[in-house]
């Protein structure tokens, strides 16, 4: 058999993953240019929306030590990649679709400052529900967790994407469903993680 | 070390599926003798899907966002003068499971400082903090998939699990590559260390062949005389798959 080379194991973050991945967390500045919450500028092109929530342990306590990263495709559902092929979509130069936020400290809140994602093409052309992508790590994790949020407002979407209907247990699907709410002008999805126990959310295997 | 003794020939071109995570390389979620991972891990077994454009796009880096001295720990802090410790570099490459470069990933890095305490708020050890040494860096690996950085040796430090547990010196690895599906954070250990061999964090690794593959070898090779010893760390990230015979991930259903 052809050998392959071996994935270099995966350790925890640990509990100073701030600073590598987000120093003015850890409490110093030290980069010029700081990997951040916010991924829509002025410039761009979609519905402006706020991602938020908290992460629960399996004894139903904050964690207030986790990073997450998000990546999402832009408004008209392209991702900013040259491996994103779809006809006729166009990248929005003032969007990667890359985003990285901390809990607070206290709260043990966190949030995205980005843009409602468009339809993407799944598998086969088949077409998936508007999903951001998320990456959690933390003290305690092994692994970083790979999980998906969609939104509570694209039922009909959400009911026909094929990632969510590959989870067997239809109650599940609702762990990765972010609920809009309306704050002041702005529009609030909101996505609690439940690491361990009743209402676990979905990881996947990707 | 086995890494790099492969003599493998791969297609240059992949922009198809990544293989497989072959989870016994890797520590289980719930790792009881790392006791934070007890209430952290989930229950449910993780549910496999198939890639798609999400899984096999990634976040694009360009050299123009990091600052001059990103990759240099020695001087993107020094306030005062140069930061007290073992001058170090570390370097290697950052290949896919074929033996492919990874080109232009992003490898950040993070560590404790010579004492081994780390610039961070919440870390409240006895080790005295550098005030010239901030323990965080960021490089590019370029067209070989080759990064280095510059940095003094980190301490080994004390940590609350067992009543006496101690991490071995080490540098905190996070890997960006060219598809969702590789991110990667690790841990990088120096050859020679006792405390490796108990560490509860290393151990939640359950093959000893991939624990080999977290140790740097001193290589003389890449030091300068009168300056700086190296370390080399290779890094491998999923592989990537050639989409010969199949256009699944975007395209029409055969």
Redesign the interface.
Known sequence: M????????????????????A?KA???D????NFGHVLATPETQGERITIEGRVF???D?L?R?VLL?I?Q?NAVGR????????PGKQVDPSF???GRACTD?ETGVWSFETVKPGV???????P?AP?V?L?I??????????T?LYFDDEAQANAADP?LN??EWEE?RKTLIARREQRGGNAVYKFDIR???EG??????? | MTSLAMPILAPAAADGEYLMRDTTSHPPALAPGYKTSVLRSPRNALISIPQTLSEVTAPVFSADELGALDGDLIRNYAKTGMPIGERTIVHGFVRDQLGRPVKNALVEVWQANASGRYRHKKDQYLGALDPNFGGCGRVLTDEHGHYVFRTIKPGPYPWRNRINDWRPAHIHFGLSGNGWAQRLITQMYFEGDPLMATCPIIRTIPDEEQIRGLIAHLDMGATVPLDSRAFRFDIVLRGQRATWFENTLQGEAR
């Open positions: 052809i050998p392959l080379l071996r994935e270099t194991a995966s350790q925890t973050a640990g509990p100073y993953v701030h600073i590598g991945l120093p850890a409490g110093f030290i980069f010029e240019n342990d399996g004894s306590t964690v030590d990263e990546w495709a991702y900013a990649h040259a491996a994103d092929r779809q990667r679709g890359w400290f993407v093409a799944g598998r086969g052309g088949v998936m999903h992508n990456w790590v933390a003290r305690g994790i092994n692994v970083g967790l790979n998906r990632v590959l989870i599940r690491l361990q126990g676990e959310t979905v990881f996947f295997d990707v």
